[in-house]
């Protein structure tokens, strides 16, 4: 997909040598954290995050699970100035690796939206995309999680399309920049500065998809509303091959139709 030119100005060319910072050897990892105890694979899997958790019960049995296949001719589109998100400009944030996937842990921005106000909890990424669109997956996606004060969540997402002439938005340069000082799980470190203002008027001008379902990590819970852009963000292939390289495969499989049982009941039921 072309990237539009009202976007290019806000995209830089993005080389190889800034995946590795200023020095020729990657520096170690600022500290630890705890990682994930699910993952994507085997028993630790989507198929099995009831049995590693009897919490996760919506994981099993929910009937309004994420992600889902988005049909653009039956999905619901957010109104126009319905959907406010607003970040502003970091100087660095804890970049982590907890194992299940990567994580920016950010809370300076919000999300107006009809159903209230939000607070920007996190960013994440899933490859390779979660969603899919018209049956198509992306080879990444992003998350950003807001929660108001009730505990509602709501999240923006954004799927990711190679770039045919090396573009990045450069808040992802920003955050990969030193993506290989954490490859190993249960690490963190910072990331560079972050600038918001690309991806928020790549927001602004594109449609939104809009849905209701639920987390797509354990514990799968219901009730979070969706908005996802309609146009993938532009990604350079060495910052999609340095990410992948540490990310691996961390996107649970597409769930049923919203309001059907859930695949895994379904499958147990063909079992019995």
């Not at 995050?49 to 019960?57: E, I, Q, R």
């Not at 970049?95 to 996190?122: C, M, P, R, W």
């Amino acid at each position: 997909m072309k990237v539009t030119a009202s976007i290019l100005p806000f995209l830089t060319l993005a080389s190889a040598s800034c995946l590795r910072g200023t020095s020729l050897l990657p520096r170690s990892a600022d500290g630890t954290v705890d990682i994930n105890h699910y993952n994507y694979t085997n028993t630790g899997g989507p198929l099995n995050w009831y049995g590693l958790d009897k919490d996760n019960t919506a994981c099993a049995t929910g009937k309004h699970q994420s992600p889902i296949v988005i049909e653009t001719d039956d999905i619901d589109y957010a109104n126009s100035n319905s959907v406010h998100f607003h970040v502003p400009s970091a100087v660095e944030a804890k970049f982590e690796n907890l194992g299940s996937g990567l994580e920016v842990v950010l809370t300076n921005g919000t999300l107006v939206t009809k159903a209230g106000s939000y607070k920007l909890a996190q960013f994440h990424f899933h490859t390779p995309s979660e969603h899919r669109i018209n049956d198509e997956y992306y080879p990444m996606e992003t998350h950003f999680v807001f929660e108001n004060s009730a505990g509602a969540i709501a999240v923006i997402g954004f799927v990711f399309e190679l770039s045919q002439f090396g573009y990045s938005t450069p808040l992802f340069d920003s955050v990969f920049a030193h993506i290989d000082d954490i490859a190993a799980p249960g690490t963190y470190t910072k990331t560079g500065h972050l600038d918001f203002s690309a991806l928020t008027a790549h927001l602004n001008t594109h449609g939104i998809y809009q849905y209701e379902g639920s987390l797509t990590t354990p514990p799968c819970s219901e009730s979070v509303v969706w908005y996802l852009s309609t146009e993938p963000l532009p990604l350079n292939v060495q910052s999609y091959n340095a990410v992948k390289h540490v990310l691996k495969f961390n996107a649970r499989y597409t769930q049923n139709a919203l309001g059907q049982d859930n695949l895994l009941e379904v499958a147990a039921k063909e079992l019995n």
